[in-house]
């Protein structure tokens, strides 16, 4: 086909409709060998009557990787009715961080659909936007365990200025009086604040090794750990081992007891298993 040249590539344009794995394969694999060429006939079936196509039609796009299929594909996106397409759309969107696409995202997260939810996660933390690392940080409260895990780990893999929001966010909520608290919330935002080079982290790590609650004490001391390790490596004021051993002195609760002593075996005993 690739060797057919345009009669070739006219060809591959009714294919579009592909539903299964290995003709989408192939479908990908043609349109690379068209590269460029391909351009002009994808972004005119952007509109393709057929919802699979029109999925296809953005996948491919974001393989041909031309942003100038931004504005149509948003466009299209706006209006779209299938879920599926729709994210794959964003998909693209979020790779050329088109930052008008962040509604839109912000909008299919709140699906009801939970691989969804999970996807506009990875989609999301393509943004260091306001509003994108907000959502995020919302989802933290999400009922599914994936969707919770799939906003920590965008916000982990965010930019400082996305991080140093997370920062603040957990400042506000240990500021709260307990019974206000989002514990669940506090436990998601700590390993996200243990990656950044702040110099607020380690105090708002040591101010959670002394929570009310045994599953943030656990949780802050691995925190306290995995910053010493990581960003705080040449830190030499704060000293992590003294902390934690005061830690499993006062230490009552059996599961924040273990992970404090864990936590500092990591520091303490590295060859330990």
Known sequence: LID??????????????????????????????????????????????????????????AQLDDPRAAEPLLEQCRVEESLGTRLAQLASLAKWK???AIPLLVEISQSDVDRIRHRATSLLGEYEQQAAVTRLIEMLDDAVFYVRDGARDALKQGTPDTRSVCLARLLEHLALPGAEQNLQRIRLLLPIVASLADDGVPAVLELALKHESGLVRGDAASALVTWKQGAGLLNEQVDVIELLNSAIDAEYDPY??????????????????
Not at 256 to 273: G, Q, V, W, Y
């Open 98 to 100: 088109v930052e008008d």
């Open 256 to 273: 924040a007891k273990s992970a404090i002593e864990t936590a500092r075996n990591k520091l303490t005993k590295p060859d330990t298993k």
């Open 4 to 61: 057919a040249g345009e009669d070739g590539l006219k060809f591959a344009l009714t294919k579009l409709d592909a539903g299964d794995t290995l003709h989408i394969r192939c479908l990908r694999a043609v349109f690379k060998g068209f590269g460029a060429s391909a351009y002009e006939g994808l972004v005119e079936n952007i509109t393709n009557e057929n919802a699979t196509a029109r999925r296809n039609v953005a996948e491919l796009l």
